[in-house]
């Protein structure tokens, strides 16, 4: 009997999609899956275990070898730099990073500030455009920062766009487009390449046969 293949998953909308994803490449995963409060769910008949986590811890958990793999946003990989293999795009949980702020406003010349979850990764960004910001990490509502004046703009995900208009933000810059990630523990995938080829490539069927089918 094969040894289960450990995989942490984040919870809300990667977690959704990826549930789908899962289900449509054929891994039996019960009915009632998505609405379980456990923290670890054992699927016996696939030797799978999953592990749902906050979308910041998933690469933690792989780095260290507690999960074999994760599914985690490229954006968390971009800020976070972690030691994992990245196997494949999954294309789903679509967004993008971008520089947004008061509409009609300049940055300020002589010390701007920058307000965002993703401190490394503005932080590059900037560098790339030859500015000099101050970086200030936030942790939520990110929107709030322009509006009470800590910041000149805000770097944060963009999904619809909706979040920016409904608070009187808009983008000034588009940085990179996100969507979510297949990883894997490099010792993991050593040990147990088999079983991980195997769901790579059964999940690569199915996006090849979702960008077929796309309008």
């Known amino acids: 009997?094969?040894?289960f293949l450990t995989v942490a998953m984040p919870k809300g909308r990667i977690f959704e999609e990826a549930v789908e994803l899962l289900r449509m490449a054929g891994y039996r995963l019960p009915p009632e899956f998505e609405?379980?409060?456990?923290?670890?769910?054992?699927?016996?008949?696939?030797?799978?275990?999953?592990?749902?986590?906050?979308?910041?811890?998933?690469?933690?958990?792989?780095?260290?070898?507690?999960?074999?793999l994760g599914i985690a946003g490229k954006d968390v990989m971009l800020e976070e730099e972690r030691d994992v293999y990245e196997l494949l795009d999954l294309k789903i949980s679509h967004c993008y990073l971008a520089v947004a702020g008061l509409p009609n406003t300049?940055?300020?010349?002589?010390?701007?500030?920058?307000?965002?979850?993703?401190?490394?990764?503005?932080?590059?960004?900037?560098r790339e455009q030859g500015e000099q910001v101050e970086i200030i990490k936030l942790n939520g509502s990110i929107e709030l920062a322009p509006?009470?004046?800590?910041s000149d703009r805000i770097v944060d995900i963009v999904s619809?766009?909706?979040?920016?208009?409904?608070?009187?933000?808009?983008?000034?810059?588009?940085?990179?487009?996100?969507?979510?990630?297949?990883?894997?523990?490099?010792?993991?995938?050593?040990?147990?390449d088999e079983r991980i080829s195997e769901l790579v490539e059964r999940l690569s069927t199915v996006i090849e046969e979702q960008i077929v089918h796309q309008p």
Do not use: C, Q, W
């Open 160 to 192: 619809t766009g909706r979040t920016l208009k409904e608070n009187g933000l808009v983008e000034y810059e588009r940085i990179v487009d996100i969507t979510s990630r297949l990883v894997v523990n490099p010792v993991s995938y050593r040990m147990k």
């Open 106 to 126: 300049k940055m300020n010349d002589v010390a701007p500030k920058v307000a965002t979850k993703y401190p490394n990764v503005a932080a590059a960004y900037f």
């Open 1 to 3: 009997m094969s040894e």
């Open 147 to 150: 509006l009470i004046g800590l």
């Open 35 to 68: 609405d379980s409060r456990k923290l670890i769910i054992d699927v016996e008949e696939e030797r799978m275990r999953f592990i749902l986590a906050k979308p910041i811890d998933v690469l933690t958990y792989v780095e260290h070898g507690v999960a074999d």
